[in-house]
Protein backbone atom coordinates (compact mmCIF):
# COMPACT_ATOMS: atom_id res chain seq x y z
CA UNK A 1 0.00 0.00 0.00
CA UNK A 2 1.05 3.57 -0.77
CA UNK A 3 -0.01 6.42 1.92
CA UNK A 4 0.94 9.59 3.68
CA UNK A 5 1.83 10.46 6.56
CA UNK A 6 0.60 14.03 7.39
CA UNK A 7 4.00 14.53 9.61
CA UNK A 8 6.33 12.23 7.69
CA UNK A 9 5.24 12.59 3.99
CA UNK A 10 4.62 9.47 1.93
CA UNK A 11 5.65 5.71 2.51
CA UNK A 12 5.10 2.30 1.53
CA UNK A 13 2.67 -0.36 4.00
CA UNK A 14 0.45 -0.32 6.22
CA UNK A 15 1.38 2.73 8.31
CA UNK A 16 3.93 4.97 8.82
CA UNK A 17 7.89 3.89 9.47
CA UNK A 18 8.50 6.64 11.65
CA UNK A 19 5.32 7.22 14.28
CA UNK A 20 3.43 3.63 13.25
CA UNK A 21 0.15 5.89 12.31
CA UNK A 22 -2.12 5.05 9.05
CA UNK A 23 -1.68 7.51 6.86
CA UNK A 24 -3.98 8.80 4.24
CA UNK A 25 -3.97 6.10 1.58
CA UNK A 26 -2.96 6.75 -1.62
CA UNK A 27 -3.10 3.52 -3.80
CA UNK A 28 -3.19 -0.47 -3.60
CA UNK A 29 -0.03 -2.75 -3.99
CA UNK A 30 -1.82 -4.05 -6.86
CA UNK A 31 -2.16 -0.18 -8.51
CA UNK A 32 1.52 0.34 -7.33
CA UNK A 33 2.47 -2.31 -9.16
CA UNK A 34 0.58 -1.40 -12.51
CA UNK A 35 1.70 2.23 -12.14
CA UNK A 36 5.38 1.12 -11.79
CA UNK A 37 5.28 -1.18 -15.01
CA UNK A 38 3.55 1.47 -16.93
CA UNK A 39 6.27 3.97 -15.52
CA UNK A 40 9.07 1.68 -16.26
CA UNK A 41 7.87 1.10 -19.92
CA UNK A 42 7.51 4.44 -20.42
CA UNK A 43 10.42 6.15 -19.30
CA UNK A 44 12.96 3.77 -20.45
CA UNK A 45 11.54 2.12 -23.52
CA UNK A 46 8.72 3.53 -25.13
CA UNK A 47 7.22 7.11 -25.01
CA UNK A 48 5.96 7.49 -28.00
CA UNK A 49 3.14 4.53 -26.97
CA UNK A 50 1.46 7.16 -24.99
CA UNK A 51 2.15 10.28 -27.01
CA UNK A 52 4.64 12.04 -25.20
CA UNK A 53 7.36 13.70 -26.11
CA UNK A 54 10.96 12.79 -24.41
CA UNK A 55 14.22 15.11 -24.59
CA UNK A 56 17.79 14.23 -24.73
CA UNK A 57 18.41 13.36 -21.37
CA UNK A 58 14.97 11.02 -20.72
CA UNK A 59 12.59 13.93 -19.65
CA UNK A 60 9.31 14.07 -19.71
CA UNK A 61 6.61 16.43 -18.87
CA UNK A 62 5.01 14.79 -15.64
CA UNK A 63 1.63 16.91 -16.30
CA UNK A 64 1.57 15.57 -19.48
CA UNK A 65 2.65 11.90 -18.37
CA UNK A 66 -0.15 11.93 -15.67
CA UNK A 67 -2.47 13.05 -18.37
CA UNK A 68 -1.58 9.93 -20.68
CA UNK A 69 -2.15 7.46 -18.41
CA UNK A 70 -5.26 8.61 -16.76
CA UNK A 71 -6.87 8.69 -20.44
CA UNK A 72 -4.67 5.44 -21.93
CA UNK A 73 -5.29 2.76 -18.84
CA UNK A 74 -8.03 1.95 -17.88
CA UNK A 75 -9.13 2.79 -14.15
CA UNK A 76 -6.15 5.27 -13.59
CA UNK A 77 -8.77 8.48 -14.08
CA UNK A 78 -7.76 9.43 -10.63
CA UNK A 79 -4.36 9.80 -11.18
CA UNK A 80 -2.50 13.12 -9.87
CA UNK A 81 1.03 14.40 -10.12
CA UNK A 82 0.70 13.98 -6.27
CA UNK A 83 0.90 10.15 -6.85
CA UNK A 84 3.61 9.90 -9.37
CA UNK A 85 5.31 11.79 -6.78
CA UNK A 86 4.72 9.71 -3.65
CA UNK A 87 6.04 6.23 -5.85
CA UNK A 88 9.54 8.19 -7.28
CA UNK A 89 9.98 9.57 -3.20
CA UNK A 90 9.40 6.00 -1.96
CA UNK A 91 10.73 3.86 -4.51
CA UNK A 92 13.70 1.29 -2.54
CA UNK A 93 15.79 1.65 -5.76
CA UNK A 94 15.97 5.52 -6.74
CA UNK A 95 14.88 4.21 -10.46
CA UNK A 96 13.47 7.97 -11.13
CA UNK A 97 14.17 11.99 -10.94
CA UNK A 98 11.52 14.19 -10.48
CA UNK A 99 12.61 18.04 -11.05
CA UNK A 100 10.91 21.26 -12.03
CA UNK A 101 7.88 19.82 -12.99
CA UNK A 102 9.44 16.83 -15.25
CA UNK A 103 10.04 13.09 -14.50
CA UNK A 104 12.53 10.67 -15.96
CA UNK A 105 14.00 7.07 -15.30
CA UNK A 106 17.74 7.21 -13.95
CA UNK A 107 18.91 3.72 -15.32
CA UNK A 108 17.71 0.78 -17.17
CA UNK A 109 16.93 2.84 -20.77
CA UNK A 110 16.94 0.99 -24.20
CA UNK A 111 16.47 4.18 -25.74
CA UNK A 112 19.47 6.62 -26.13
CA UNK A 113 19.62 9.03 -23.54
CA UNK A 114 22.11 11.07 -22.46
CA UNK A 115 22.59 10.88 -18.39
CA UNK A 116 26.08 12.62 -18.13
CA UNK A 117 24.45 15.04 -15.58
CA UNK A 118 23.75 11.68 -12.91
CA UNK A 119 26.65 12.79 -10.02
CA UNK A 120 29.95 11.05 -10.40
CA UNK A 121 30.06 7.37 -8.15
CA UNK A 122 31.74 8.56 -5.21
CA UNK A 123 32.84 5.30 -4.39
CA UNK A 124 35.71 3.26 -6.04
CA UNK A 125 34.57 -0.72 -5.84
CA UNK A 126 31.81 -2.39 -8.44
CA UNK A 127 30.35 -5.36 -8.76
CA UNK A 128 28.73 -7.36 -11.99
CA UNK A 129 27.09 -10.53 -12.19
CA UNK A 130 28.04 -13.16 -14.76
CA UNK A 131 26.98 -16.93 -15.38
CA UNK A 132 29.94 -19.69 -16.25
CA UNK A 133 29.21 -19.47 -19.75
CA UNK A 134 29.96 -15.54 -19.12
CA UNK A 135 32.68 -15.18 -16.94
CA UNK A 136 35.50 -15.33 -19.60
CA UNK A 137 34.07 -13.70 -22.52
CA UNK A 138 33.93 -11.13 -19.89
CA UNK A 139 37.72 -10.99 -18.56
CA UNK A 140 39.07 -11.29 -22.23
CA UNK A 141 36.60 -8.37 -23.82
CA UNK A 142 35.25 -6.13 -20.87
CA UNK A 143 31.73 -5.54 -20.20
CA UNK A 144 29.75 -3.46 -23.21
CA UNK A 145 26.00 -2.88 -23.02
CA UNK A 146 24.11 -5.42 -24.05
CA UNK A 147 20.29 -5.48 -24.00
CA UNK A 148 20.38 -1.73 -22.11
CA UNK A 149 22.04 1.32 -23.56
CA UNK A 150 24.63 1.65 -20.73
CA UNK A 151 26.59 -1.20 -18.28
CA UNK A 152 24.85 -1.68 -15.14
CA UNK A 153 26.88 -1.85 -11.90
CA UNK A 154 26.03 -2.87 -8.19
CA UNK A 155 27.97 -1.17 -5.40
CA UNK A 156 28.15 -4.32 -3.36
CA UNK A 157 28.76 -7.73 -3.40
CA UNK A 158 25.60 -8.44 -1.63
CA UNK A 159 23.36 -6.66 -4.40
CA UNK A 160 25.36 -7.78 -7.52
CA UNK A 161 24.64 -11.40 -6.21
CA UNK A 162 20.52 -10.03 -5.72
CA UNK A 163 20.62 -8.80 -9.30
CA UNK A 164 22.56 -12.30 -10.84
CA UNK A 165 20.10 -14.22 -9.29
CA UNK A 166 17.43 -13.64 -11.84
CA UNK A 167 19.38 -15.16 -14.53
CA UNK A 168 21.36 -17.59 -12.96
CA UNK A 169 21.33 -19.37 -9.83
CA UNK A 170 24.93 -19.29 -8.73
CA UNK A 171 26.23 -16.32 -9.87
CA UNK A 172 29.92 -15.59 -10.14
CA UNK A 173 30.39 -11.66 -9.14
CA UNK A 174 33.74 -9.24 -11.30
CA UNK A 175 35.02 -6.97 -9.49
CA UNK A 176 35.75 -3.73 -11.13
CA UNK A 177 38.64 -1.22 -9.96
CA UNK A 178 36.78 1.92 -10.25
CA UNK A 179 39.74 3.78 -8.98
CA UNK A 180 42.00 3.21 -11.70
CA UNK A 181 39.30 3.25 -14.03
CA UNK A 182 37.79 6.66 -12.62
CA UNK A 183 41.66 7.55 -12.87
CA UNK A 184 42.00 6.76 -16.39
CA UNK A 185 38.98 9.19 -16.94
CA UNK A 186 36.22 6.52 -17.44
CA UNK A 187 32.74 8.39 -15.86
CA UNK A 188 30.63 5.94 -13.86
CA UNK A 189 27.84 7.87 -12.86
CA UNK A 190 25.79 6.93 -9.55
CA UNK A 191 22.00 5.89 -10.75
CA UNK A 192 20.12 4.44 -8.06
CA UNK A 193 20.26 3.99 -4.70
CA UNK A 194 22.70 0.64 -5.31
CA UNK A 195 22.53 1.16 -9.07
CA UNK A 196 25.96 2.84 -10.82
CA UNK A 197 26.04 3.27 -14.83
CA UNK A 198 28.92 3.51 -17.44
CA UNK A 199 29.59 2.91 -21.10
CA UNK A 200 31.86 0.03 -20.84
CA UNK A 201 34.75 -0.83 -18.80
CA UNK A 202 37.82 -2.67 -20.37
CA UNK A 203 38.92 -5.72 -19.23
CA UNK A 204 42.12 -4.51 -17.33
CA UNK A 205 39.69 -3.52 -14.83
CA UNK A 206 37.80 -6.19 -13.61
CA UNK A 207 38.71 -9.36 -11.72
CA UNK A 208 36.93 -12.37 -10.35
CA UNK A 209 35.72 -12.12 -7.00
CA UNK A 210 36.78 -15.26 -4.48
CA UNK A 211 33.95 -17.89 -3.86
CA UNK A 212 34.63 -17.53 -0.52
CA UNK A 213 33.19 -13.42 -0.29
CA UNK A 214 30.19 -14.46 -2.32
CA UNK A 215 29.54 -17.51 -0.08
CA UNK A 216 30.10 -15.32 2.98
CA UNK A 217 28.22 -12.57 1.79
CA UNK A 218 25.27 -14.87 1.02
CA UNK A 219 25.64 -15.94 4.49
CA UNK A 220 24.90 -12.37 5.75
CA UNK A 221 21.88 -12.10 3.46
CA UNK A 222 20.33 -15.09 5.18
Same mark, same amino acid.
Given at each position: ???????????RGES????????????? #? *??? #????????? /????????????? $??????????????????????????TKHI?????? $??????????????? /???? /?????? #? #????????????????????????????? /???? *???????????????????????????????AKKD???????? *????????? $?????????????????????
Amino acid at each position: MLAECEEHGYYRGESCPVCNRKGKFLMS #D *KEL #DSLGRIMAG /TLRHFPEKLGLMM $DGRGWVDISSFVKAIGISRSGFHWLRTKHIEAIVLT $DPRGRYQIDGGMIRA /TYGH /TIDVNL #D #DLPLAEINEFYYPVTEEEVDIILEGGLHP /TDRR *KVHLSGSIEKAIEAGKTRTEKPIILRIDGKAAKKDNIKIYHAG *KDVYITDGI $DPKYISRVDESKINESEEKNK
